[in-house]
């Protein structure tokens, strides 16, 4: 069956239907969207139990009152390029918990991770909590949510990289 690449607007990762300008949804012919399998579903409720998470709301108002905190997108490189939350940093999930200790060197520092839709970033939050990290929320909803709420964004200069060690 032909696999067909397009472009949409919701859902939850880069693979999902919700990363606006350059979302890639996978469609079979005649099946709709590419929907997360029930493992990985299954995974992600079992994770989010052990993880808190924050709304997007509260994490403007932590950024509006200027408190001290690390704000982190965990998404992959071209969607960080494609925009991102005002005041993100830029650690993918494909490097965080290799690279988390030389960039964050406070274990008990406060960070909030965010991602598509609130899955990856949990997931990396498990992972850092399990490497001592104490202070870790993850933002519900992602940067879905965020832009669905009109929240700022920001987009890097051209020809900037996002964060590669």
């Not at 709301?57 to 009152?65: A, E, F, I, T």
């Not at 997108?73 to 999930?93: F, Q």
Request: glycine residues 10%.
């Amino acid at each position: 069956m032909p696999v067909r690449l397009t472009d949409s607007s919701q859902g939850c990762c880069y693979k999902c239907p919700g990363n606006q300008k350059f979302s890639i949804l996978r469609k079979i012919e005649g099946s709709g969207p590419m929907k997360h399998s029930e493992a990985f579903e299954r995974l992600v409720t079992e994770i989010k139990s052990q993880v808190t998470e924050i709304s997007p709301q509260d994490v403007v108002k932590k950024l509006d009152s200027k408190e001290k905190f690390r704000f982190v997108d965990v998404r992959e490189d071209h969607e960080w390029l494609e925009g991102h939350a005002k005041g993100a940093e830029h650690i993918s999930r494909g490097i965080i918990e290799r690279d988390i200790e030389k960039l964050i060197p406070d274990y008990g520092a406060p960070i909030v991770l965010y991602c598509g839709g609130g899955y990856r970033s949990a997931l990396a939050a498990v992972n850092i909590q399990k490497m001592g990290f104490t202070n870790v929320l993850s933002m519900a909803g992602g940067i879905r949510e965020w832009r669905e709420l009109g929240l700022p964004e920001e987009t890097p200069a051209p020809g900037s990289v996002p964060y590669v060690k």
